[in-house]
């Protein structure tokens, strides 16, 4: 069985997965945005819901107790996904990264890795500024992406959406260790 094979059934087992719709939150980290200019939120949200999630949406300052206090509360909810967009950059406000990498259990180094190769094509050099990271907390898969639409826009069609349902049925498959303080 070649590896892309074998990829492939575990996409079409977790496309075939029984259960309620996933449950996914997206939180914007912004200091200016609000639901009228909450562009790549808006964006998420909406291809969550298209791709047969259950999905909430807030809003935080980039102050790090908001941005801990919305990702605790979320995962106490054991929801499938979360996706945060915003607060990545390298200003000292740009609080997000961190948080979500004290609350990863397992990370996913590739997900920032490869979120890069494709934001290069997109944007050149500029793309070794992007912090974006990802992987799980408990049961929860997290991701942190840069807050430009772009940014979401390239997550989601290059990343999350082809492989969201392949993500979930990875991380159920054959459970998790015991439940961590995330």
């Avoid at 990829?7 to 200091?31: E, K, M, Y």
């Avoid at 200016?32 to 300052?61: F, M, P, W």
């Avoid at 349902?165 to 498959?173: G, M």
């Amino acid at each position: 069985m070649t590896a892309e094979s074998s990829a492939s059934q575990h996409r079409q087992a977790g496309q075939n997965r029984l259960g309620p719709p996933l449950t996914a939150a997206v939180l914007t980290i912004s200091d200016t945005r609000t639901e009228a200019n909450d562009h790549s939120g808006r964006y998420l949200a909406a291809q969550l819901t298209a791709a047969g999630c259950k999905v909430s949406r807030l809003i935080v300052a980039d102050d790090a107790d908001q941005i801990r206090a919305a990702l605790e509360g979320w995962l106490t909810q054991r929801l499938s996904l979360i996706v945060t967009t915003g607060g990545t950059g390298l200003t000292g406000r740009d609080v997000t990264i961190p948080i979500t990498e004290s609350l990863l259990t397992k990370p996913l180094p590739g997900f920032g890795e490869l979120f890069r190769m494709l934001s290069y094509r997109e944007v050149g050099a500029a793309a070794m500024l992007s912090r974006a990271v990802g992987g799980l907390c408990g049961q929860t898969l997290l991701f942190s992406l840069p807050g430009s639409l772009n940014a979401a826009q390239t997550a989601w069609e290059g990343l999350l959406q082809p492989e969201l349902h392949h993500l979930v049925y990875e991380v159920a498959r054959h459970g998790q260790p015991e439940e961590p303080q995330c």
